[in-house]
């Protein structure tokens, strides 16, 4: 859960640049040696041209948007450490998944992050209804968080009786 919290806090919060559509090519049922089909071809071949100076911008964009989620799944990992290890002698279920989350954040998290940042719309019925996914992100993040905060709770609470009982 605490990875899962973390991917989508990134998802939610700081969404992946997106990039321009890519063209569609002609598919008409026209003669290939007509001049309506060469001129469909110009369109889709400008387009295409159009299409790869847009998205070079884009992807330097994307670039540094996957440097900052690594920095931030880095940040989130070691910190996970860090409170894993010092938790260790209070509370053992707690620590060892903190531990877990270190490096499973530091190994899967990024990828994660981007995989599902990538998508910030759906679409429903064809191509011309599509719905924003960012609150849906962001709902998905609140019980994601809730969720750790609840475990950790329970894992600290389990411990704690179990060091009772015995």
Do not use: H
Not at 10 to 38: G, H, L, M, V
Not at 66 to 91: H, K
Not at 128 to 156: C, E, H
């Amino acid at each position: 859960l605490l990875v899962m919290t973390v991917t989508l806090a990134i998802a939610a919060f700081y969404p992946a640049p997106k990039r321009y559509d890519y063209p569609k090519f002609p598919t008409s049922t026209i003669d290939y040696n007509s001049p309506e089909y060469q001129e469909q071809q110009k369109k889709y071949q400008e387009d295409l041209r159009n299409y790869e100076e847009k998205n070079k911008d884009v992807e330097n964009q994307r670039k540094i948007w996957r440097q900052n989620t690594f920095i931030i799944c880095m940040i989130a990992g070691v910190s996970f450490l860090i409170v894993g290890v010092l938790l260790f002698s209070l509370s053992y279920f707690l620590a060892v998944s903190l531990l877990f989350a270190c490096f499973a954040t530091l190994v899967f998290g990024p990828g994660l992050a981007s995989y599902y940042a990538e998508n910030t719309t759906i679409p429903f019925i064809g191509d011309s209804s599509v719905t924003d996914l960012r609150s849906y992100k962001q709902i998905q993040f609140l019980i994601a968080a809730v969720g750790s905060v609840i475990g950790g709770a329970l894992s600290f609470l389990i411990q704690k009786q179990g060091q009772s009982n015995s």
